[in-house]
Every structure is written in structure tokens, then in C-alpha cells.
């Protein structure tokens, strides 16, 4: 099956840029597609961005502009670049997989950013 492990989260101040990484394992074929979601304290899990394996990627409206999802399949990692942040995207963010971006099936355990002066 899948395993999905990300890095690259911390404590940036407002206006700063972060790099997300999701290191996967596992048929490619599970990981057609795969994404980023977030969960902040309280709130429910919400979609930030996903991209399937000819690149076609989507955006939540809130990170449009500022947040770039990539991935490089020969190192089986996604990236998410994280521009000009701000407080609101503080949050876990979480990566995810499978075989359309409607369902999602396998998940890593999740980065913490946070982002404050």
C-alpha cells in the first residue's frame, strides 16, 4: 500500500514562504492523484490543493496566487510551495493520495505550520 510522510512544516512569520514535502512509497498507480489538505484546531479537514500525474493541478480560492503544488515522480515526492503567508494558514497540513482527487485514500501524519509574528 501507500505511505505518505511530510516534512518541512514550522513557525514562519507573516509574509514569509515555506516548503512543503510529502516523501510517498507505493504503487504509482494508487497515487494517481495525490494533494494537500488542511486542518486547523476546531475546523474540519479542507482541501488546499491537488495535482494527478499529468499535472493538472487545483487550488482552493483562499491559496490561489500564493501556494504552487508540484511533483517530481522519479524522487515520488509532492511539493507544496507556500508564499506570502499569512495567519489564517496556520493549520496541519496533511498530504494525500489515490486514484482520482475526488477520494483520497491514504494520508501522511500530518506537518504543523504556523504562521506568527
Known amino acids: 500500500q501507500v505511505q505518505l510522510v511530510e516534512s518541512g512544516g514550522g513557525l514562519v512569520q507573516p509574509g514569509g514562504s515555506l516548503k512543503l514535502s510529502c516523501a510517498a512509497s507505493g504503487s504509482i498507480f494508487s497515487r494517481i492523484a495525490m494533494g494537500w489538505y488542511r486542518q486547523a484546531p476546531g475546523n474540519q479537514r479542507e482541501l488546499v490543493a491537488t495535482?494527478?500525474?499529468?499535472?493538472?493541478?487545483n487550488y482552493a480560492d483562499s491559496v490561489k496566487g500564493r501556494f504552487t503544488i508540484s511533483r517530481d515522480n522519479a524522487k515520488n515526492t509532492v511539493y507544496l510551495q507556500m508564499n506570502n503567508l499569512n495567519p489564517e494558514d496556520t493549520a496541519v497540513y496533511y498530504c494525500?493520495?489515490?486514484?482520482?482527487?475526488?477520494?483520497?485514500?491514504?494520508w501522511g501524519q500530518g506537518t504543523q505550520v504556523t504562521v506568527s509574528s
Open positions: 494525500g493520495a489515490g486514484v482520482s482527487v475526488a477520494k483520497f485514500i491514504y
Open positions: 495535482i494527478i500525474l499529468g499535472g493538472s493541478t
